[in-house]
């Protein structure tokens, strides 16, 4: 059974950091690419970014690019957002996603639970 479990979601002030983590099992971790995506509340889940299966390349979307950072490590099975400069309209639940082909990775097939993020002003 595939699962895929986020962590180090919680709150903080505006301009502070967080790192979310997204452990993976039941799945040949690295053959997959994996994905970020959040949602927001009243709003639409929206893709944040992904890592290729090899972490060779990412893909943030442009209110990400400067201040997230994606990065994996294929022997710990895990995908990192680290998350800088965070604003009030990061809060969101965010979720990990894996999706064996990259052209699939907005549609990914696997899905993890959600971490809650909350910045304050």
């Known amino acids: 059974q595939v699962q895929l479990v986020e962590s180090g979601g919680g709150l903080v002030q505006a301009g502070g950091s967080l790192r979310l983590s997204c452990a993976a099992s039941?799945?040949?971790?690295?053959?997959?690419?994996v994905g970020w995506f959040r949602q927001a509340p009243g709003k639409e889940r929206e893709f944040v970014g992904a890592i290729s299966k090899s972490g060779g390349s990412t893909d943030l979307t442009d209110s990400a690019k400067g201040r997230f950072t994606i990065s994996r490590d294929n022997a710990k099975s895990t995908v990192y957002l680290q998350m800088n400069n965070l604003k009030p309209e990061d809060t969101a639940v965010y979720f990990c996603a894996a999706s064996y082909l990259w052209s699939g990775i907005r549609t990914p097939a696997y899905w993890g639970q959600g971490t809650q993020v909350t910045v304050s002003s």
């Open positions: 039941g799945l040949v971790f690295s053959v997959y690419n």
